[in-house]
């Protein structure tokens, strides 16, 4: 079983003190810190791109994980590696998927592939043996701050089954809507790597607020 991993999501972060944000998310607990790329075509909005990550990379003590929500990620992959420690494609996205995940570790990260929540798991199945990491979206992607969507969890519990089933060991990560009351059924399900952007960012206590999805 892999141990729980907990992803602050840098877009519930404050940009204007980007450096500060980063530090007050290490020194609460935080194991990566997930970094949202949106490009405008592939979801409906425009976050940060490759400067930003690397700033965030010469401020960081933790691995980066960089959520690519672009059109052709295999174009802009290589832009990240760089900084990033793990970098996640999507399968609906316009690309050789299975080209971009051996190129992304070629490039020397861990490769990750995302699922939006109307996608079903099949498509990412002949994948699987060959990634780090799978992305079950638990909101539509695009924006933090939505609700968390149950019906994903029926994906997370067949995505943990074929793990088990074929003996592979790659992490299963949640993004969107994860609190201390949505994470506890995601890893319940099998999620063990958790991203959350506004129940961290936005809560009093960051420290207690990640202590509090660390107990699912
Ligand atoms: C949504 C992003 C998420 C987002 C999560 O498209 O992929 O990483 O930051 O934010 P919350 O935790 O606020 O739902
Ligand atoms: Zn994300």
């Known amino acids: 079983m892999n141990p729980l991993l907990i992803a602050p999501s840098i877009l519930a972060s404050d940009f204007r003190r980007l450096g500060e ?13 997930h970094m949202d790329i949106m490009d405008g075509h ?21 691995p980066l994980d960089v959520h690519l929500m672009v059109s052709r990620p295999d174009h802009f992959y290589p832009r990240f590696t760089e900084s990033a420690r793990n970098i996640t494609v999507h ?9 971009t995940l051996a190129g992304i570790r ?4 861990t490769a990750g592939l995302a699922i ?3 996608t ?32 994903t ?12 089933d074929h003996g592979l060991t790659f992490r299963i990560q949640v ?9 506890p059924p995601a890893v319940a399900h099998g999620a063990d790597t958790l991203v959350a952007g506004t129940s961290l960012f936005r809560a009093e206590r960051m420290d207690q607020a990640i202590a509090a999805l660390r107990t699912s």
């Open 21 to 33: 944000e980063i530090a007050r998310a290490e020194s609460a607990g935080a194991d990566w810190l």
């Open 42 to 62: 592939f979801v409906d909005n425009i976050s940060f791109g490759p400067a930003f990550v690397a700033a965030a990379r010469k401020c960081a003590t933790r």
């Open 91 to 99: 399968l609906e996205a316009q690309h050789d998927v299975a080209a």
């Open 106 to 109: 070629a490039a020397g990260c």
């Open 116 to 118: 939006r929540p109307a």
């Open 120 to 151: 079903p798991l099949e498509g990412a199945l002949p994948h699987l043996p060959q990634l780090d990491l799978l992305l079950v979206m638990t909101v539509e992607p695009g924006f933090g701050g939505q609700e968390f969507i149950p019906a």
């Open 153 to 164: 969890l029926s994906k997370i519990e067949a995505a943990a089954r074929f793990r088990a």
């Open 175 to 183: 993004d969107g809507g994860i609190t201390p009351a949505t994470a």
